[in-house]
């Protein structure tokens, strides 16, 4: 299987994600000082709430940026590895098309959300929902949230389609599917009638396999999609 990874994307997302972490704990470091300092001078307590407040959201950035680009494995590496195994007939692109992760295949596209969330997280429609525990409120800002996976993907799987008809306005273009991967070993993923495929890592071989049985994907068309998709 060919893939294709933006690695120049992946260097300078985590330069930045390291970047970014010395200023949060100077913000916040500073905040708490100007917190003292506003017991006996109240002058510093808007010094306090702006300082406080930017490291918040430096905080927020950070963790966002650690979570996607800098801890391991990442998606990228993630799918890479599930993968590998499969024919040329599949092709993964990592970060270098209108979304993050699109995997052309016999049967189609896949626009791929991937999920490293661990925890009890149940998948009831278009409703995911994720238990809590302690451990979550003490990773505050370490752990970032789940969001609305159904519809990121769906989201993504309709950015992907738009892309490729402009791309190719004269193409039948391909079926375009949203698809939704747990990738954390420690999630325990219940899933009940979802609105798109939602997965954890040792399902999606076996789905994939049975999904390209469809072959409606000419070669040449693949070709041209990779092309366009690798930046070619």
Excluded: C
């Excluded at 989201?155 to 306005?169: I, M, T, V």
């Amino acid at each position: 299987m060919k893939v294709v990874t933006d690695t120049q994307l992946v260097e300078s997302r985590a330069k930045w994600a390291k970047r970014i972490a010395p200023f949060t704990l100077l913000f916040l470091v500073g905040g708490l000082i100007t917190n003292f300092l506003s017991i006996s001078q109240p002058e510093y307590f808007r010094p306090t709430l702006i300082l406080l407040a930017l490291g918040f959201v430096s905080a927020i950035v950070s963790s966002n940026l650690v979570n996607n680009w800098v801890r391991e494995p990442r998606a990228d590496q993630v799918l890479t590895q599930i993968l590998k195994k499969f024919s040329n007939d599949y092709q993964l692109f990592n970060y270098t098309g209108p979304i993050r992760h699109v995997l052309i295949a016999p049967d189609g596209l896949y626009a791929i959300v991937v999920k490293n969330h661990d925890g009890e997280i149940t998948v009831n429609g278009r409703k995911v929902s994720r238990k809590f525990t302690w451990k979550r409120l003490v990773k505050m800002f370490a752990d970032e949230g789940l969001g609305s996976p159904i519809a990121e993907a769906e989201n993504r799987a309709a950015k992907l389609a738009k892309s490729l008809n402009r791309e190719f306005p004269d193409m039948d273009v391909p079926p375009v599917k949203p698809l939704l991967l747990f990738s954390n070993k420690e999630a325990q993923v219940t899933v009940n009638q979802p609105d798109v495929p939602a997965l954890v890592t040792s399902e999606i071989k076996n789905y994939l396999r049975e999904e390209g049985k469809n072959r409606v994907v000419s070669s040449d068309v693949r070709k041209k999609l990779a092309e366009y998709l690798g930046g070619e």
